[in-house]
């Protein structure tokens, strides 16, 4: 990659990590349904690491990981009973959130916009089936903590099924965006779809 394209990228990738992770905290309300919140942050991470692969995926999940942390810090009841601030945590998230979807569907579907909702969609489940398990093994680690009380409704429906629409749906302003003002221009992206076809059997189908 020549120095203007990283220099674009990083610039973009900046502003967006900065004016995504202000909204996400400034307004939540509005961003939210039925005690859910569309995870803008997460949906970005997810789009970068699927459409730009494993480098860019982690590096931003790493950065806006950060910056959650530092915003909107996780707080838990530690083992000694007492409410903690944690650190880390978003990081961590972020991170496996930009790792695994850079490895989604990578051989024939990766850059595919269809796909793209698939790993979003995909990518979240993972995130909130694993938050209820580590939230309800905490329980047992420390009792202190209360009871995890969420029957399978709460946690399928409430939860899990309605935080993946909230993402899907934040995910339709943002795939606009990439495509007009992301971190590749709009030359750049035809060019890489066109090497794309072109060097693939019975792949015309294929389209950022």
């Not at 480098?55 to 707080?75: E, F, N, Q, T, Y």
């Not at 009871?147 to 993946?164: H, K, N, P």
Request: some cysteine; overall charge neutral.
């Amino acid at each position: 990659m020549d120095r203007r394209k990283l220099i674009r990228k990083i610039i973009v990738y900046a502003i967006y990590i900065l004016l995504l992770s202000s909204l996400q905290v400034s307004y939540p309300n509005r961003l939210g349904f039925g005690g859910q919140t569309a995870d803008l942050a997460f949906v970005f991470v997810v789009l970068t690491g699927y459409f730009e692969g494993f480098a860019d995926g982690a590096i931003v999940g790493l950065i806006m990981g950060l910056v959650r942390d530092c915003l909107a810090p996780i707080a838990i009841v530690g083992i000694d009973g007492t409410v903690h601030v944690t650190a880390g945590i978003g990081m961590l998230v972020l991170f496996l959130a930009g790792a695994l979807s850079s490895s989604f569907f990578t051989r024939r579907m990766h850059r595919n916009i269809p796909f793209a909702f698939v790993s979003i969609a995909f990518c979240t489940l993972v995130y909130k089936i694993g938050g209820h398990f580590l939230a309800y093994s905490w329980t047992f680690i420390v009792p202190e903590s209360g009871s995890y009380d969420l029957g399978f409704y709460e946690i399928a429906v409430r939860s899990c099924l309605l935080q993946t629409l909230l993402n899907l749906i934040a995910a339709l302003p943002l795939l606009v965006l990439w495509r007009f003002a992301g971190p590749v221009s709009m030359s750049e992206q035809r060019k890489t779809a066109d090497d794309v076809i072109n060097t693939s059997e019975d792949t015309s189908w294929l389209q950022i």
